[in-house]
Nanobody, 122 residues
Framework: VQLQASGGGPVQAGDSLSLSCAVS????????VGWFRQAPGKERDFVAA????????RYAASVEDRFTISRDNANSAVYLRMNRLKSEDTAVYHC????????????????WGQGTLVTVSS
């Protein structure tokens, strides 16, 4: 399984940005794709996730009214739309895959892609 995150860059506070995660390989039919982020000097945190087979979603409390996760079955991609960005959203964003789609997991992800850096200036 391979995951490739893209779409990061520098933005101003209040701006919007969309990240993409391309998923490939032998994923099976039931899995969850999640977004995590790691700010400088901090631990990696869960941001959002979506079950590939049910479409159920889950968000961290800090982003649930600003971020939207979605999936594109045809293109095997997962997107993270980030609105009203804040300086505290600055981090490297990683997408990852959890090998079950029966529930939307926030930990225990098995496959990870390289991250994409989002820098929000105030």
């Amino acid at each position: 399984v391979q995951l490739q995150a893209s779409g990061g860059g520098p933005v101003q506070a209040g701006d919007s940005l969309s990240l993409s995660c391309a998923v490939s390989g032998r994923t099976g039919s039931s899995y969850t794709v999640g977004w995590f982020r790691q700010a400088p000097g901090k631990e990696r945190d869960f941001v959002a996730a979506i079950s590939w087979n049910t479409g159920s979603t889950r968000y961290a409390a800090s982003v649930e009214d600003r971020f939207t996760i979605s999936r594109d079955n045809a293109n095997s991609a997962v997107y993270l739309r980030m609105n009203r960005l804040k300086s505290e959203d600055t981090a490297v964003y990683h997408c990852a895959l959890h090998p079950t789609g029966r529930f939307v997991a926030t930990e225990g992800y098995r496959y990870w892609g390289q991250g994409t850096l989002v820098t929000v200036s105030s």
